[in-house]
């Protein structure tokens, strides 16, 4: 028989939940401990590297995508409270995206000779300075201004056809010179002097026997170029080969200390060919002018190029900077412009800075030598890594011999980004920042042993973070519990009992309200 107060008794449920918590706790070992940590550990690593993979290849954390694109829709995140708002600013957005040109790789008006600078370089160090991706653009380049339809009509050409779509180097000089045989060639001497000399003074030469077969061609091709369109398609062909040939030659005066005299090729050539836009030659005169310190003539030559209706590049922005830089650096103070504030022509150069700052953010680290230079390719993206290269490869002696223009430089160039505090979206006076820049200069750059720079900077995100210190903590503890298994089995069983004190709380305080009956009732379902 029962009593009536065995009723009254709590059953297995009332006084064992936690007798069973701290049974189940006795029967861990320390080995159940080391393998939950170090499976912790492992799995938050190997989510660490995903996370970090992604992060690098696409820019943003796995994790947080997943969790914009799939769970926040799910959890009633999307406010679609305000169609029209949307559709707007989508539209803004779009026509924002039509106004603002793709990035495009331009040809780099300072590019290196390869057989006399750029092999070089590969000889000394070992080192290739172009990547396949910029070669390729200049075979493509050369097919264009180099070679048209009618060059079938010509033995030479014919042969100098293939020699540029070949892909071996020795390939293409035995072609040019095989070329030569036959006549004489304005696009073998090209090529010779680009692949095959070894010096400025080799090329140089060779280029002036360019010339004359150059200059040959494009008057027999001038009195043909009304025609036909195929005599048309020459005698413009014959135009980039003649244009071409004087460019280098005033770039290998420029080279060789014949300063005046290449200033003086270039606007020869600028005068002839005033149509010929392409190949930016201006920027070839800036340089050599800022060689002869002739300040006067830089600002007419700017004043003419640095137009809005024209396309800027770092060249015409940094140059306009470092002029009125120089009227101010070499009495600039900023603790003195501190306490008194920027005079108008101190304001001016300040202004000139933020706005070349802002068309190409990178070139002040290179001016500032934060970081290492190397060769620049042969081709550039504006605004971009590699335009920023060129420019400070050929641009950096000028800056450092106007005094206190790296100074100024120094103590303004970051104030740019207060006023462009979201550059992707947003630009104060150019267009936003392109997004596309960094992967085309990871095309153009060498990334073996250059770190490409990135704008804007891209901060770690957080679950990259977490899963770092997840996998930290995790990896301590299985390292903690393997070298101390008696002693982290007690730290272990005292954390899993603190951690479920509340819980053990919470089953008391509903086990004195709730009836027994009821209660075993309960457990018993």
């Given amino acids: 028989m029962l009593s ?6 709590p059953g297995p449920a009332m006084f064992g939940t936690e007798s069973s918590l701290s049974m189940f706790l006795n029967t861990l070992t320390p080995k159940f401990y080391v393998a939950l940590t170090g499976t912790s550990s492992l799995i938050s690593g190997l989510i660490l590297i995903f996370e970090w993979w992604y992060f690098r290849k696409y820019g943003t954390s796995f994790i947080e995508q997943v969790s914009v694109s799939h769970l926040r829709p799910l959890l009633g995140g999307v406010d679609n409270s305000s169609p029209t708002n949307s559709n707007s600013s989508n539209g803004d957005a779009d026509s924002n995206r039509q106004s603002v040109s793709e990035c495009k790789v331009w040809r780099n008006p300072l590019n290196l000779f390869r057989g006399a600078e750029y092999n070089r370089y590969t000889w ?11 070669m390729n653009l200049s075979a493509q380049d050369h097919q264009t201004f180099f070679t048209c339809d009618s060059d079938h009509l010509r033995p030479a050409d014919a042969i100098m056809q293939k020699a540029w779509r070949e892909r071996n180097p020795q390939a293409r000089i035995s072609a040019a010179h ?14 010779l002097a680009e692949e095959e000399a070894t010096t400025i003074v080799e090329a140089e030469k060779l280029f002036k026997q360019a010339v004359k077969a150059g200059e040959g061609c494009y008057r027999r091709s001038q009195h043909l170029q009304h025609h036909g369109a195929q005599y048309e398609a020459q005698h413009r062909r014959d135009t980039n080969v003649l244009v071409y ?53 830089v600002q007419a030559v700017l004043a003419k190029y640095d137009d809005i209706s024209l396309p800027k590049s770092a060249t015409i922005c940094y140059t306009a900077a470092l002029l009125k830089a120089r009227a101010v650096s070499d009495k600039f103070s900023p603790e003195a412009a501190s306490r008194r504030g920027l005079s108008t022509a101190e304001m001016n150069a300040v ?5 070349a700052v802002e068309f190409n953010p990178h070139v002040p680290k290179y001016l500032l030598e934060m970081k290492s230079l190397i060769l620049p390719p042969e081709h550039i993206l504006k605004r971009g890594d590699s335009e920023a290269i060129a420019y400070a490869f050929f641009h950096l002696q000028h800056w450092k011999r106007v005094e206190g223009a790296l100074n100024l430089l120094h103590c303004t160039w970051e104030g740019t980004f207060r006023m462009i505090p979201y550059p992707l979206e947003k630009g104060h006076l150019f267009y936003p920042y392109p997004i596309c820049t960094e992967t085309a200069d990871r095309e153009l750059l060498p990334t073996v042993f250059h770190e490409v720079s990135v704008y804007p900077k891209k901060e770690l995100p957080f679950f990259i973070l977490f899963t770092a210190g ?12 393997h070298q101390f298994p008696e002693l982290m089995g007690v730290f272990a069983k005292a954390f899993l009992s603190t951690l ?19 209660w075993h009732q309960l457990t018993r379902i």
Wanted: with cysteine.
């Fill in 500 to 518: 479920f004190a509340p819980l053990n709380f919470i089953m008391e305080k509903v086990e004195s309200i709730l009836p027994s009956s009821l």
């Fill in 4 to 9: 009536p107060n065995s009723f009254l008794a």
């Fill in 124 to 134: 000394v160090t070992g080192r290739e300075p172009l990547t396949y991706y910029d």
């Fill in 245 to 297: 040939i004087k460019r280098r030659l005033a770039m290998c005066s420029r080279k060789l200390g014949r300063t005046r005299e290449a200033v003086k090729m270039m606007r020869d050539l600028m005068k002839e060919f005033p149509l010929l836009s392409m190949f930016n030659i201006h920027e070839n005169l800036l340089e050599s002018l800022l060689e002869l310190q002739n300040y006067a003539d």
């Fill in 178 to 191: 095989e070329a030569l045989e036959l006549e004489d060639c304005a696009t073998a001497y090209i090529l």
């Fill in 470 to 481: 997840l996998c930290s903590f995790t990896a301590m503890l299985a390292l903690l519990t």
């Fill in 351 to 355: 202004e000139a800075i933020h706005r």
